[in-house]
Each structure stands twice: as C-alpha cells, then as structure tokens.
C-alpha cells in the first residue's frame, strides 16, 4: 500500500501541469494573422484570411478540445479563392471559458452570431467538425437567415453511442477526476485521446499532441472543459434538423468511433438539399487527419452549389 501510494504521489508530481497564461501561449499559437476580438464578453481568438472582397466566407467551427489550428490544412487551400475565419470557441484554445459559463447550443450559436455581426458579415458558409457542427447546423435552425450553406464534419446534436470514448474525455465528466486534471496532466493522457479519434493513430505526431496538450493548459479551460460536457447536449433542437433548406455537404470518417458514421446518415435523410460522403479510411476529425483528400470534396460542393 506504501509504495502503490509513493508511486502514485511520484506520477502526480511528475505529472504536474499548472494553468498558463494567454500571453505565454500567444507566444507560440498566436502568431499572425491572429488577432483578439471583444465578442460576447471574451477575448475572442480568430484568424481571417483570404480576398475580403468575398460576400459570403466561411466560417470554420472546431470540436470538444480543439482550436481553430485544427483547420489549417483546409486553409491553406481555400484561402486562395475565398474568405476563411476560424476562431477558438469559448471553453477552448486562446479564447478560454465563456464569462457567464454558459455551454448550451443556444448560447454557441449566439456567439457565432456575435462573430459575425462583429466583422459585419450579413451570411456565411458554415462549416463544423463534431461539436462544431452542432453549433453550425443550430445556428442554421435558429438564424436561417444568416447562413447561406452548411458543411457538416462528423457533427454531434443527435443522442449516441460511442463505440469508444477518449480517456481525457471520460476523465473530464468525472466529478474527482475532472478536479485532478485541473493541476495534472500526462502528456501521454493527451496523446492516447488525439489517437482515438483518428482512423490512422500512426498520423499523431509529436507536434500535433503538443498543441493540444499546451492549449488544454490555457488558464481556466479544463475547468470549462466539464461543464461544456454537462451543458452541451443532444436536445429538443434536433428535431428541427429537417427544417433545413440550405444546401449542405456532410463528411463523415467511416472508422469514426466517437460519433458512428450511422449519424451522417441521419443527418442526410433529415436535411432535404444534402449529400453524404464517406471517407472509409479516416476517422473523427477527417478535415485533420487528410485535409487534402476532404477539402476537395468541399470545393467541389461550393462550385456547385
């Protein structure tokens, strides 16, 4: 019992990750075009790229965990011919926990909304990977108007169950073990999570663990970490999703063990002006894991559509 609690004492030290602040982390995750915007009582962090000549951008909205870095293969690209701005959504990345700590969809929609209204764009392509896409296609639901196109990246918003669930994700709902992480985090933590949700671990590099793992680390999100999941939840707003019109373009993983690919297909029986498409090699974050293979498929959608 004596060493099984040395042991574990010595792992906790070792182990030992204390908040860091924002002007530290800029350092490395804010570098241009970054900027700082007061929206909705945060200082939001948004990236804006690409001709502003562009009436209608799009606006890319990451998942549980992630940034707005998630999108940078998918930016490199579009750039090129359209408008892009990304941001890091409250509870995540530079931006940090919402003032009011309020996780609802509700509230994630209006914050997009807020974004929009703040760079004085009238409609948007909306774009989202899991917890993004929930907030995308409920900002379709409750803005229509505002929205002219959705792209829907193995989007939550229906209830489900996962065939396998992240460590740090299981960790961050538990009540003990939620306030454990808010002083400890093992790296390794970090890099077994950001494998689980690929198709292909062997993709997880060592620079694509340390993002994640320093920007966990911003000042007060793994503490907003548990009450997204408490807030944020599959509810009566799903049984809206056939009132969308707009044309929308889903992406699905098929090796997706969080969300299962059964999920895409919901959504594309549900949203009338809508197509599936299947990647049978990837897993969770697709636009992550091949954002060559993906932002292809999303091209081709807007030339279309």
């Given at each position: 019992m004596l060493i099984a609690i040395v042991s574990l004492a010595i792992?906790?030290?070792?182990?030992?990750?204390?908040?860091?602040?924002v002007a530290e982390l800029s350092q490395r995750w804010a570098a241009e075009p970054s900027q700082f915007l007061n929206i909705a009582g945060m200082n939001i962090?948004?990236?804006?790229?690409?001709?502003?000549?562009?009436?209608e951008p799009i606006v890319l909205i990451?998942?549980?965990?992630?940034?707005?870095?998630?999108?940078?293969?998918?930016?490199e690209v579009l750039k090129e011919q359209r408008r892009v701005i990304r941001f890091d959504l409250p509870a995540f990345g530079l931006t940090g926990p919402d003032p009011q700590n309020n996780y609802k969809i509700e509230h994630y929609a209006e914050v997009v909304i807020a974004v929009l209204d703040k760079l004085q764009i009238n409609k948007s392509?909306?774009?989202?990977?899991?917890?993004?896409?929930?907030?995308?296609?409920?900002?379709?639901?409750?803005?229509?108007?505002?929205?002219?196109?959705?792209?829907?990246?193995?989007?939550?918003?229906?209830?489900?169950?996962s065939t396998s669930i992240p460590l740090a994700f299981k960790l961050s709902k538990n009540p003990v073990t939620s306030l454990l992480l808010n002083n400890v985090l093992p790296k390794s933590l970090v890099a077994r999570s950001v494998k689980n949700v690929y198709g292909n671990p062997d993709l997880v590099s060592d620079e694509l663990v340390e993002r994640y793992y320093q920007l966990s680390l911003r000042e007060s999100n793994r503490s907003?970490?548990?009450?997204r999941f408490e807030q944020t939840l599959p509810g009566p707003l799903a049984k809206k999703i056939q009132t969308i019109k707009q044309p929308t373009l889903?992406?699905?993983?098929?090796?997706?063990?969080?969300?299962?690919?059964?999920?895409?297909?919901?959504?594309?029986?549900?949203?009338?002006?809508?197509?599936?498409?299947?990647?049978?090699?990837?897993?969770?974050?697709?636009?992550?894991?091949?954002?060559q293979a993906t932002v292809s498929a999303v091209i081709k959608f807007l030339q279309v559509n």
């Amino acid at each position: 019992m004596l060493i099984a609690i040395v042991s574990l004492a010595i792992y906790l030290y070792v182990n030992k990750a204390p908040d860091r602040s924002v002007a530290e982390l800029s350092q490395r995750w804010a570098a241009e075009p970054s900027q700082f915007l007061n929206i909705a009582g945060m200082n939001i962090h948004l990236r804006d790229e690409g001709p502003t000549s562009d009436q209608e951008p799009i606006v890319l909205i990451h998942g549980t965990s992630a940034s707005l870095h998630t999108w940078d293969g998918w930016v490199e690209v579009l750039k090129e011919q359209r408008r892009v701005i990304r941001f890091d959504l409250p509870a995540f990345g530079l931006t940090g926990p919402d003032p009011q700590n309020n996780y609802k969809i509700e509230h994630y929609a209006e914050v997009v909304i807020a974004v929009l209204d703040k760079l004085q764009i009238n409609k948007s392509v909306l774009a989202g990977n899991s917890l993004g896409g929930y907030i995308a296609w409920a900002t379709a639901v409750l803005h229509p108007d505002r929205v002219s196109k959705l792209i829907l990246v193995d989007a939550s918003g229906y209830p489900y169950e996962s065939t396998s669930i992240p460590l740090a994700f299981k960790l961050s709902k538990n009540p003990v073990t939620s306030l454990l992480l808010n002083n400890v985090l093992p790296k390794s933590l970090v890099a077994r999570s950001v494998k689980n949700v690929y198709g292909n671990p062997d993709l997880v590099s060592d620079e694509l663990v340390e993002r994640y793992y320093q920007l966990s680390l911003r000042e007060s999100n793994r503490s907003a970490l548990k009450a997204r999941f408490e807030q944020t939840l599959p509810g009566p707003l799903a049984k809206k999703i056939q009132t969308i019109k707009q044309p929308t373009l889903i992406l699905w993983g098929k090796k997706d063990q969080l969300i299962p690919v059964k999920l895409g297909v919901q959504f594309a029986q549900e949203i009338a002006n809508s197509q599936l498409i299947v990647f049978d090699k990837l897993g969770h974050v697709p636009h992550e894991e091949d954002p060559q293979a993906t932002v292809s498929a999303v091209i081709k959608f807007l030339q279309v559509n």
